[in-house]
């Protein structure tokens, strides 16, 4: 697929069937360079006096108001070893680093123009989302030698969306091998093993869900035991996209070499009939800045959906003075159930041709 985000048939059905996919060469070797000279920057320019340690292992324990902070800013987060025994970092602060997050798509000019490129609008397009919005975003470094573990999870446990949307997109700023602590998954882990249990409580493979209360973030249940057999590892070089299925069980492990891993990763949900789940960690409403090309995708959806043909410049008025109406009334992200959308857009659909058929009818008697 080479630098074209849109994904091919063969790799839609892979994705489709084993819950990942992965997409060689899809960040040119520039873009892969500024990010990096980026981070070194905002690295150089942060004090590490104010920070938290991050850990997947001990997430209720280390989560404070810092980390809640860091959903709508750039903070850094420290490897649980990268500390002595007297508190202090046992080496400088750029190879102690566990990651930085989470608002590197939202405030960073050079991450948001990768995070919201055209060929990410079209790849998430294939995919079958229709308003795609970037829910958070994390720059990961692995360092060598105290790189840390990062447990069996799923992404919608975290970015919980009904329906479930969310979709994590993660791109390989150097070789990603099994020594350096490479992606480990289980693949078609986002398809339930259970389906009439799932059927029964409305869940599609999500074993579970973090969620934030009055007295912090926990977990609705345990996690189950997972056997380190049915994990394989997906080793990729510099440039290549993983694209991650919410539901697909995946995980990491400590990174024991002398070579960092560095890797940059944001996740998507859809707001289009979807609703954002308000005991989420993240407790901010999705932003309506969509992806590049997003809102001109949906607009062409919904001109197909009216059947419009778009030589006619009447009816293409018309449909630009009511489409701005239609995206600010049909929004999931409320109160209401989530068929609510589609009731709402069938309705609009309806009204709107009749305006237009109106109009037509009008312009031909003049």
Known sequence: MGLIGKMSADNLNFFNSQGY?????????EEMEAMRTQMDHLLQGFDSSSSSIFSTKNQQKVTDDYFYESAEKISFFFEEKAFGDDGNLKQPKELSINKVGHALHEIDPVFKKV??????????HSLGYKRPVIIQSMYIFKQPGIGGEVVPHQDNSFLY???TTCTGLWLALEDATITNGCLWVIPGSHKSSFPPLCILL????LV??????EEGVYFDRPSPSYDEKDFVPVEVKAGSLVVIHGDLIHQSFENQSSKSRH????HVVDTDGCKWAQ??????EPSDIMLAGSEEKWNQSLFMCLDLPKNQSYKRLLYASQVKFVNAWVQPNNSCSSLWPLVARLYL??????????CTSNSEKL
Request: hydrophobic letters at 45%.
């Open 263 to 266: 890797a940059y990763s944001w």
């Open 21 to 29: 996919v992965v997409i060689e060469s899809f960040a040119s070797d």
């Open 208 to 213: 579970r869900r973090f969620l934030r209360g």
């Open 161 to 163: 969306t009904e329906p």
């Open 115 to 124: 995070s919201s490129s055209e060929k990410v609008s079209d790849l998430l």
């Open 279 to 284: 005991e989420n960690w993240m407790q901010v």
């Open 202 to 205: 409305f869940i599609d493979g």
């Open 349 to 358: 659909f309806s009204f709107l041709q009749q305006k237009l058929l109106a």
